[in-house]
């Protein structure tokens, strides 16, 4: 288990280095002068650009400001600072990630509780009129795109029956003290629902199936025949039997879709205006903020390493034929 | 496994059966009845006729196919100008700066004759909407179909190298998955096509438009490790099966076993994943257009989609076509390959 | 009143393709204590007969009728709570593979202890108690320590022990044990087969045991049932069956088995393959493959009658008893040359 | 490990194994894989078959019989040992010089469902060898498949046919129609009739021994039945955990087994006949076969053997020792005669005598 | 008077402002974005400053924390007399040390602070000693001494824009609580004090920032300017259909990113800068440069007539919606002191293509356009649709996008392929006439990158008058740029102008709209006159 552990990390290490390394590569093959943006974005002028350019060692050898960006991560855990805004990247993650989060654990507690009720039911009751109904649900939940959704939602609950806030977030801990902008655990909720719905139904489809499949499968498996066999009422054959099992390798693709949900994420909050990781991302790179665009990248890296080796720990310990060595 | 084969025997419907049953009492007392040997493809097409839904969806796409590259220019001709043609005064683009509403007519300053805007103009320039959704759908389908094809053609030949030969081979290319695997996909195609896709996008080899090349390669550097992982797992359980053993037995070369035991055996996983992927990669793009970094200039259904926000309570209709639009094909795929699946594999339908 | 009494059960599935007459009129019945053998080949509804008797079927394409009177109550007509009273607790079932049948995510411990649990109100602790008993009963070295451990921890043959303690854990009246022993090795075989005839003796259930093995049936059974293509073709004492079997397809097992203690330079072979469900034969369903056929046989059913000599030996044939009990004798001069 | 040199094939003598090994390693590693142990699955077997004889293979469950078969017929490269058929040495064969021997030498599987491509016609399938070999022209090929089928007891007819069009034991026959094509020698039957049922696998046992008869052919015949080993081999070798643990002609080994394992697993075999059946007294083995990833010292059977004896059985490996008409078992303590109670078994009487006085050579026969 | 009206303005309020914009930054020396300084403007306390007043008169300077100033005859040194009584929001006095810190802190290396070029430009302004520390080889400018209330600034050369340049906010007074070195961006409580009449209570990027009155900021000499809010709240990164919904529901008092769909429906509601809507002119101008360095448009100067001539600028502007600007044809926009209302171009397309035939060289022409958004690439389209008409084959046409800035930074480099930009314009840094024609036309600056004479003009007949009119004093240099505007436009044609570009606002009911006075200078309604209702 420790040992494990130790390459897991290893590997992640190694992952880590090239998915930067990459990122930076391809940020520099690109026409872009991150300089400009610290220089007024259009009218900057020449001294100011030249100034800048020195100041943050862009015009040295790729490797050299890698070797320079990777020193600081390491050493200072320190990401350095926005060239648009001059913000720490480390606090306008700090800020972002929440959001982030936010959204996509929101999301996936949503997209679970949905995803297990259907795909169970419907497991439970093939062919049956529900059954139908929520593969309808799943197959336009897999082919809508996430941002029509969005766009859909929002005019529907947002500006025509005017349920929900159409935008912008609100912090749980509360607003900013006299901002005047809506805060705590409702205004949270209330400004997330529509967000997690959007970003919850491509997954909550997915996983319906998935978890419909799998339930069915194991439903035919031996040992709950054996269950049954022993007189075990059905609700105790479900629970005991079936579901844990029949979720085993829904933990492994959790781990795998967290990637992909991070992706995701970035079409609701552009979608929403969520000021989040995805949001920084796309303000980042349309403004070559380079050292955004590498936080977010490093941050988002990390959460899906980190997120993936948590995952396999809890598979071996879920289930119990799986060794870690 | 010698169970789950058969019982796709058992299912393989009253033809394999029958004949199974015919072929044994013929072979074993005499008789001899004449029932055609069905060919797997046969078998597999008798199955995907039973499922109208797979069989609607494939004509879906069909037509789509010949609305997108047959259609789109006859309706260019008959409507009198181009997807891209502009319409930059009343009534296309109204004088509060709004898109016209369906069915407007307009003059065509070129020509000076009267066109009509069949589901209004889509935007400030007043370009015709209807063209756009359709033009818009041949490249959809042609950034789709593509990357679809470079990522199976890498996908396809890493992973069933790895598959085939093992060892090194195996361990370069499945770290080499691991690793692509590993990058936040998405992340990671936004910021490409922000910086490296205005450079690829003059790169169109005449026949396409500009920006579809940029996604396809995009697409397939980071896609291909999915099919990558499922092909390597199809040939390593196809490389231990024992009619692979039975042929290496007879002393057939790697090239013949791979051509005739291993490929034949990818074709059904290859074109079932294949429609899948088509299904996905149109909705990639819709969204990396949307965000602005996919086609730009060209008619896309994102970049339809993405002006829908700017005429949000006004012209709520340019919102709804593309969205539809990208809905009815994403379903279409995934139907049909839902329904390919179960042709290919009736284990599947019985769930 | 017999333990169990199986009248006419029929069992069908609706399949996509038709369907599949899996028990077609099967009838038995089974006293306190006793062993019921059940031989034939793969697909001739050995599983599905015990199956519908415990309600395990799947509910949604299976067609069932006819009775079966446990204890004098129908098991078919129970609700689903009587039904699980009985289950797991008058009678229980062990299945054809160990290694697929134990939940392979619980500890063993916590799948017997539930098997307890279900049927009687008892403390954790006392039902931990019964496992470890069991377990002990079964042979399971150092049950103590093993109770807590998970089934892939097991090898087949001690996984299949397991199965056997869990069936027996609350004392049923009868067990019914499919193929519990194909799936393993001979010494294995061995080993389960010794240890549920010491169970019997010690728990005094009745066994149902179905096999393809004839060996394993002339060794454990006291009644043994021949089934073909979904019905019963012979019903006898194991001695009667074995001495005067009175079935061609009988005939046919017994001389296609290769023999240790008998050397047959040919194999007798009934030539053919069993018959697809979906649509058997009409009259007798083996007469395809019969090598006595007669035009009777492809029109009109024989009925499971007993023989003249001895009313507890039941058979389905039309053929008359004289030529019988001739292919009989040859048979077993040709088999069992050595027998005795 | 001495390096194994390539046996002397002695006159009517079609294959000799001597001394195979075939070690899988276990590895480990996220990028670079070290290996951290093997699976022994044949360790030093070592045996001959006589052209036109059949020998019969069996054990248990994962004691490396397939693997010893897929050595044979190089599918898998032997780890150690030599192995030489019709008198060439065909371990260190490239693929290439392999390829005629390829035509002597086949083998059946025992999974009938999944030795046949699915996607192929039986006409290929069967026609495959001949195709690789170039035997013949396309016509040809179509001839001699039909004429094979015919030899299998199918129809001809059957030429265009899927396999998902046949039973159980039809595929069989395909299976055997195909090691027949290139008319071999030696066929090695691993298993072919453990997924059959009863009436079928008499089918095929017969088919194999007309076959036998009419082509004069060789046979290796792996099953873990011991009633259809016995029934169709001429000499039979008793394997425990990658070893041989006793080889003895037919008759001999079911009447007076020497190793107690071979005792045991003879004593298991439960018997057609409830008058000899009730009366039958198995010896029944305690435990399970261990892995052998780390197999047990010396013999290893003994931490099952009813006969072990403290301080020598696990300590001294036991060669192969001759009892006479090739008869040979690896035991310190074999079997005085059968059958043997129980009790009798359990007294593990004087060891033969020390291995050193036996030459080597004269060990297999 | 604008004074007498304060007077009955409610005073109070916090004024809640939302924008689609990312956050800009607050430090004093490095706040650049027109955002930012409109925000500094009613934070920063400056030597001189422009009253918070519309029209001509807001763009007189006028001493703030200096009485007064004098220039030694060689025009090299600057001496200001300091007032007293100017206060830090946290209580400090303001003395002639924090403008020395302000400059000490522009020049500074790490800090970076864009200012710097405004101070150690040989050809232009330079403060004795600021390059050293630009450098990085001193931490302090030589050249500024602090002499009692004096502060004495030494250049190396006379320069006109000296004291436009010393008024742009990075010279504000600064308070030395601000580390020399390093960027203030989060502001919470008192770590950003400054003199103006607000100082920046809060700051938290890309959502909320806050500036609040200055208690310390009391009626006094120089201390004159209004104050009537308690303060102003920004909220950053917000949609324009939330900002629209609320503002109209009056939860947000301003917005000026409204939904293009939604600026016609408004402006009907309410008509133009009268209550609620207004439309007003910022300091830019659109264009579209022609590369004069490249062979099409060298000495080619029909063709950029034609263009000229060709370019269909209503449609063009109108992508924005309506009221985002006006069609405009020369390079100063009404912001730009010297300003003239004529109409050069009027679309032609006869003209057009009378001028261009025969002139169209290869008849290829490559053309950069800014690829982000909806808007740009529209534009694109419609200039892409003007070549064609001017005779240009479609196939001939190259279009090359870029996004975000990188556009300018392509522009920028001397020997590049493009033909002409699409989307391009200029906004003042400072309001000088010299910071339009000087900076973007005069040939010598041209170096091998970052250039903004993105024509690439470099005529020395031209080069010339633009030196002599660089050194000329008041109105007279209004005249003769004034003049030279118009003729450049009409002689070389060097580019093809667009556009001037409005700032749409939609307020709440709750803003009293005779508070709302529009600086030309920072082209914004001036913080310290707005008032609430
Ligand atoms: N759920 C089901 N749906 C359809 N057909 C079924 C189902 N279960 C069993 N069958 C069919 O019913 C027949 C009898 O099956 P059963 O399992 O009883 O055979 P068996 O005698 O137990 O065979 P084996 O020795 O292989 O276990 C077979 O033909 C089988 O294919
Ligand atoms: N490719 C392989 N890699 C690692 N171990 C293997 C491999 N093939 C076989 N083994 C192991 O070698 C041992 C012998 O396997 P083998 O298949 O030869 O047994 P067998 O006697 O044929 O068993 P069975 O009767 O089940 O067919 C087993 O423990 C098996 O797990
Ligand atoms: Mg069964
Ligand atoms: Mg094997």
Redesign the pocket.
């Known amino acids: 288990m420790f040992r494990y552990l130790i390459r897991r990390i290893l590997w992640a290490v190694l992952l880590f280095i090239v998915i930067t390394f990459v990122t930076f590569v391809i940020f520099f093959m690109g026409p872009n002068d991150p300089a400009r943006a610290q220089c007024g974005g259009d009218q900057a002028q020449p001294a100011c650009l030249k100034l800048v350019t020195e100041h943050y060692g862009l015009d040295k050898p790729i490797y050299v400001q890698y070797w320079r960006f990777f020193k600081r991560l390491v050493f200072q855990q320190n990401l350095g600072h926005s060239y648009a805004t001059g913000q720490s990247i480390n606090q306008a993650i700090g800020k972002a990630a929440p959001v982030t989060a936010s959204l996509v654990f929101g999301g996936a507690i949503l997209w679970m509780i949905m995803g297990l009720l259907i795909g169970v039911y419907s497991a439970l009751k093939p062919r049956s009129l529900l059954d139908r109904t929520a593969m309808v649900f799943v197959l336009i939940g897999i082919s809508a795109h996430p941002v029509w959704i969005g766009l859909i939602f929002e005019y529907l609950f947002g500006v025509k029956l005017k349920w929900t806030p159409i935008a912008n977030y609100a912090n749980f801990f509360g607003a900013p003290k006299d901002s005047g902008l809506p805060g705590g655990p409702w205004q949270w909720f209330y400004h997330m629902i529509l967000p997690w719905c959007t970003f919850a139904i491509l997954f909550a489809a997915l996983y319906a199936r998935m978890i419909r499949a799998n339930v069915m499968e194991t439903l035919n498996e031996d040992f709950v025949r054996t269950a049954r066999a022993k007189g075990a009422p059905e609700r105790r054959v479900l629970f005991s039997h079936v579901l844990r099992n029949a979720l085993l390798p829904v933990v492994t693709m959790l781990g795998m879709d967290i990637g992909v949900a991070l992706g995701g994420a970035i079409f609701t909050e552009t979608v929403y205006q969520l000021p989040g990781l995805g949001r920084s991302l796309i303000i980042g790179v349309q403004s070559n903020d380079f050292a955004t665009v590498q936080g977010v990248v490093v941050f988002a890296t990390i959460a899906i390493l980190l997120f993936n080796l948590i995952v396999d720990v809890l598979y071996a310990w879920i289930d119990p034929r799986i060794r870690l060595t | 496994m010698a169970r789950r084969e058969q019982e796709i025997v058992?299912s393989t419907g009253a033809g394999g059966l029958g004949a199974a049953v015919a072929a044994e009492t013929g072979g074993a007392l005499g008789e001899v009845e004449a029932i055609r040997a069905r060919g797997y493809w046969e078998l597999i097409w008798r199955r995907f006729r039973r499922d109208k839904v797979a069989i609607g969806s494939g004509a879906f796409i069909i037509l789509l196919i010949l609305i997108a590259f047959a259609g789109a220019p006859i309706a260019k001709h008959y409507v009198g100008h181009g997807p891209n043609d502009l319409f930059l005064t009343a009534p296309a683009v109204n004088l509060a700066g709004l898109p016209a509403n369906p069915w407007t007519h307009v003059t065509n300053e070129a020509t000076g004759k009267k066109n009509v805007l069949v589901l209004g103009a889509a935007n400030r320039l007043g370009q015709d909407e209807f063209l756009r959704l359709i033009y818009g759908a041949r490249i959809s389908l042609e950034v789709a179909g593509l990357s679809t094809l470079g990522v199976m053609i890498i996908g396809v030949l890493l992973g069933a190298t790895a598959g085939y030969f093992r060892g090194w081979v195996d361990t370069i290319i499945s770290r080499l998955t691991e690793v692509t695997m590993a990058f936040p996909l998405l992340i990671f195609v936004i910021s490409l096509a922000a910086t490296v896709g205005p450079q690829l996008d003059k790169i169109t080899l005449g026949i396409f438009p500009k920006g579809v090349l940029t996604l396809v390669v995009i697409f397939s550097l980071f896609g291909w490790f999915y099919p990558a992982r499922i092909m390597r797992a199809q040939v390593l359980s196809i490389r231990e099966k024992e009619y692979v053993e039975a042929a290496r037995m007879i002393g057939a070369s790697n090239t013949r076993i791979i051509r005739s035991h291993v490929l034949p055996h990818l074709v059904a996983p290859i074109i079932v994943y294949s429609t899948l992927t088509v299904a996905s990669y149109v909705l990639l793009e819709a969204g990396l257009s949307f965000l602005g970094v996919g086609i730009k200039f060209e008619p896309s259904w994102g970049n339809l989609l993405s002006s829908g926000p700017d005429f949000y309570t006004t012209r709520p209709l340019l919102m709804v076509w593309p969205g539809l639009a990208v809905l009815l094909t994403t379903l279409a795929f995934n139907l049909l390959g839902d329904g390919l699946r179960d042709a290919f594999d009736p284990r599947a339908s019985n769930m | 009143m017999a333990l169990l009494e199986v009248k006419d059960l029929r069992t069908s599935?609706h399949?996509e393709d038709g369907i599949?007459g899996?028990?077609d009129g099967v009838s038995f019945s089974l006293e306190k204590g006793e062993t019921l053998g059940i031989v034939?080949?793969?697909?001739?509804?050995?599983?599905?007969?015990c199956l519908t008797i415990m309600g395990l079927?799947?509910k949604r394409?299976?067609v069932s009728s006819g009775e079966a009177l446990w204890k004098g109550k129908n098991l078919l007509d129970m609700k689903p709570r009587e039904l699980r009273d009985v289950r797991g607790n008058e009678i229980s079932m062990i299945f054809?593979d160990p290694m697929t049948s134990l939940n392979p995510v619980q500890t063993i411990g916590n799948q017997l202890i539930e098997a307890v649990q279900l049927h009687r109100d008892v403390s954790q602790r006392v039902a931990r108690a019964r496992a470890v008993e069991l377990l002990k009963a079964v042979g399971i070295p150092r049950a103590e320590g093993r109770i807590d451990d998970y089934p892939h921890q097991f090898s087949g043959g001690m996984r299949q022990r397991v199965m056997i303690a869990m069936a027996l854990i609350n004392d049923p009246d009868l067990l019914i044990a499919?193929?519990p022993t194909t799936a393993l090795d001979v010494t294995t075989q061995a080993q389960i087969i010794n240890l549920m005839k010491r169970l019997q003796e010690d728990f005094g259930s009745a066994i149902i045991f179905?096999t393809?093995d004839l060996g394993v049936v002339a060794e454990t059974a006291d009644d043994v049932l021949v089934?073909y293509a979904?019905r019963v073709v012979e019903h006898a004492d194991v001695d009667q069956l074995f001495g005067r079997p009175q079935h061609p397809y009988t005939w046919g097992l017994m001389g296609s088995l290769p023999r240790l203690e008998t050397d047959l330079d040919r194999l007798i072979q009934i030539p053919g393959q069993p018959p697809s469900?979906l649509r058997p034969p009409a009259g007798c369903r083996f007469h395809p493959r019969c090598p006595h056929v007669m035009e009777v046989c492809k029109t009109t059913v024989p009925e499971l009658v007993p023989t003249q000599r001895d009313p507890e030996h039941l058979q389905a044939c039309h053929l008359d008893e004289e030529t019988k009990d001739r292919e009989a004798a040859k048979l077993l001069e040709a088999t069992m040359a050595k027998a005795g | 490990m001495e390096a194994a040199q390539a046996p002397e094939a002695r006159g009517d003598e079609l294959l000799v194994v001597n001394d195979v090994k075939k070690y899988f390693p276990i590895t480990r590693g996220i990028i670079f894989q070290k290996q951290i142990g093997s699976v022994q699955a044949v360790d030093g077997v070592s045996f001959s078959v006589k052209k036109g004889e059949t020998l019969g293979i069996v054990g248990e469950s994962g004691c490396g019989k397939s693997t010893l078969a897929r050595c044979i017929v190089k599918l898998l490269d032997t780890t150690g040992g030599g192995i030489s058929f019709d008198g060439r040495d065909i371990t260190k064969l490239s693929r290439t010089a392999m390829r005629p021997i390829r035509r002597e030498m086949t083998m059946i599987f025992q999974d009938p469902y999944a030795s046949l491509n699915p996607r192929k016609r039986v006409g290929f399938i069967i026609g495959e060898p001949l195709e690789v070999h170039n035997l013949g022209s396309s016509s040809e090929i179509k001839m001699r498949v039909q004429e094979l089928l015919e030899v299998v007891g199918l129809n001809p007819e059957h030429y265009n046919r899927f396999p998902h069009e046949f039973s159980g034991g039809q595929r069989q026959r395909i299976g055997v129609a195909r090691a027949l094509a290139v008319n071999p020698k030696l066929i090695v039957c691993d298993e072919p009739v453990s997924a059959l049922d009863v009436s079928v696998q008499a089918q095929i046992l017969n088919l194999l021994k007309d076959l036998q008869d009419d082509f004069g052919l060789t046979y290796i015949f792996i099953a873990h039945d011991l009633n259809v080993v016995r029934h169709i081999s001429d000499r039979v070798l008793v394997m425990y955990l990658g070893k041989v643990v006793e080889i003895a002609s037919r008759d001999l080994l079911y009447a007076e087994p020497k190793h107690p394992y071979t005792g045991a697993l003879l004593s298991a075999v439960p018997i057609a006949n409830p008058a000899l059946g009730r009366k039958r007294e198995p010896i029944v083995l305690e435990g399970d076969v261990p892995s052998p990833v780390n197999p047990p010292s010396a013999c290893h059977f003994h931490p099952r053997c009813p006969r072990f004896v403290q301080g020598h059985c696990d300590v001294e490996e036991p060669p192969l020792y001759p009892f006479g008409n090739g008869h040979v078992a690896a035991c310190h303590y074999p079997l005085e005669r059968w059958p043997m109670s129980a009790d009798e078994i359990r007294r593990a009487s004087s060891p033969v005598q020390s291995p050193s006085s036996q030459s080597r050579e004269e060990l297999p026969a | 008077s604008a004074g007498t009206a304060n007077h009955a303005l409610k005073q109070g309020g916090i004024w809640k402002y939302g924008t689609e914009g990312a956050s800009v930054q607050v430090d004093p020396q490095l706040a650049y974005i027109t955002t930012a300084w409109w925000l500094e403007y009613a934070t920063a306390a400056k030597l001189y400053n422009y009253p918070d007043k519309a029209g001509p008169v807001g763009t007189k300077l006028v001493p703030e924390v200096a009485s007064k100033f004098t220039v030694s005859r060689n025009g090299k040194v600057y001496t200001f007399t300091l007032r007293k009584g100017f206060k830090f929001s946290d209580g400090a006095a303001v003395s002639a040390k924090n403008f020395k810190y302000a400059i000490d802190r522009v020049a500074n290396k790490d800090l970076a602070s864009p200012g710097a070029q405004f101070i150690t430009d040989p050809s232009g302004t330079n403060i004795v000693g600021a390059k050293k520390v630009n450098d990085g080889q001193a931490q302090h400018v030589s050249g500024v001494v602090v002499k009692g209330n004096k502060l004495i600034i030494h250049l190396t050369k006379a320069d006109g824009t000296f004291m436009a340049k010393i008024t742009m906010p990075f010279f504000q007074a600064t308070s030395t609580k601000l580390p020399l070195d390093k960027e203030v961006v989060t502001v919470n409580g008192s770590n950003l004090p400054s003199a103006g009449p607000y100082f920046y209570s809060r700051n938290d990027v890309n959502q909320l920032t806050s500036i609040r009155k200055n208690t310390h900021y009391s009626k006094g000499p120089g201390r004159t300017r209004p104050h009537n809010l308690a303060g102003l709240d920004v909220f950053w990164n917000q949609t324009e259909q939330t900002l629209f919904n609320q503002t109209q529901a009056n939860q947000i008092d301003e917005d000026n990113t409204l939904p293009p769909d939604q600026v016609q429906g408004v402006a009907n509601q309410y008509g133009k800068n009268k209550t609620r809507f207004w439309a007003k002119s910022q300091n830019c101008t659109g264009y579209l440069p022609l590369n004069m360095s490249n062979s099409l448009f060298k000495g080619n100067t029909n063709l950029r007539k034609a263009i000229n001539y060709a370019v269909n600028r209503g449609p063009y502007v109108g992508q924005a919606g309506p009221f985002a600007g006006d069609v405009w044809t020369h390079i100063f926009n009404p912001a730009v002191p010297g300003w003239r209302n004529v109409t050069i171009y009027k679309r032609n397309l006869t003209t057009a293509k009378k001028l261009a035939k025969g002139h169209l060289k290869s008849g290829k022409i490559t053309v950069y356009y800014r690829s982000s958004g909806t808007i740009n690439p529209a534009q694109a389209q419609i200039v892409r649709q003007d070549l064609i008409n001017l005779g240009f084959q479609a196939g001939n046409i190259t279009m090359k996008g870029f996004s975000g800035g990188n556009i300018y930074t392509a522009m920028g480099v001397k020997g590049n392929d493009a033909d002409m930009g699409v989307s391009m314009g200029w906004c003042s840094d400072y309001p000088d006439p010299y910071d339009w024609i000087n900076i973007l036309l005069y040939g010598p600056s041209i170096q091998a990158d970052n250039n903004v004479n993105y024509s690439y003009m470099n005529i020395p007949k031209w080069n010339k008058k633009m030196a002599s009119a660089a050194k000329l004093v008041g109105p007279r240099r209004l005249k003769v740029y004034s003049q030279m505007d118009i003729d450049i436009m009409k002689q070389v044609a060097p580019m093809a102008v667009t556009r001037t570009y409005n700032t749409r606002y939609l307020f709440s009911n709750r803003v009293n709209p005779k508070s709302l006075v529009f600086q030309g200078i920072y082209s914004d309604f001036s913080i310290g006159a707005m008032a609430l209702k």
Not at chain 3, 40 to 49: I, N, R
Request: charged share 15%; proline share 0%.
């Open positions: 058992v | 599935f399949t599949v899996a028990v034939g080949e793969s697909g001739s509804g050995k599983s599905v007969t079927n799947a394409n299976t054809q499919d193929e179905i393809h089934m979904a469900l």
